[in-house]
């Protein structure tokens, strides 16, 4: 049912920082395009950041570009948020996901949406408390 193990988490104060990982199993990652999103309750979930699945190519949402970077290791099968500068606003649950990057037995290699309806692999999430 789940395709990721997620971990990083916690509270910690505006102005502070945290390092997001997510652990793939049971696909091929490095033949998948990963993002991270992240939902508050009462919400849409909001898309963050993309990475190409050879990280040749990488995406930011407005609220967060400067701040977040993303980043990956294939060889790990592992994938990365490192957040600084961190406010109240950025609370939420944070997920990352997958979709692999073959359409019609052809590869994409530049596919990196930031569309929740464009993955179909997802974690459990993880908490992120930005509060003093």
């Known amino acids: 049912q789940l395709h990721f193990v997620e971990s990083g988490g916690g509270l910690v104060q505006p102005g502070g920082s945290l390092r997001l990982s997510c652990a793939g199993a049971?696909?091929?990652?490095?033949?998948?395009?990963i993002a991270w999103f992240r939902q508050a309750p009462g919400k849409e979930r909001e898309g963050l950041s993309c990475?190409?699945?050879?990280?040749?190519?990488?995406v930011y949402a407005d609220s967060v570009k400067g701040r977040f970077i993303i980043s990956r290791d294939n060889a790990k099968n592992t994938a990365y948020l490192q957040m600084n500068s961190l406010k109240p606003e950025d609370t939420a649950i944070y997920y990352c996901?997958?979709?692999?990057?073959?359409?019609?037995?052809?590869?994409?290699?530049?596919?990196?949406?930031?569309?929740?309806?464009?993955?179909?692999?997802w974690g459990q999430g993880t908490q992120v408390t930005v509060s003093s």
């Open positions: 990475i190409t699945s050879s990280s040749d190519r990488t």
């Open positions: 049971d696909f091929t990652f490095d033949e998948n395009a």
């Open positions: 996901a997958a979709v692999d990057i073959h359409f019609r037995g052809q590869a994409i290699r530049a596919l990196c949406p930031l569309r929740s309806e464009a993955y179909d692999k």
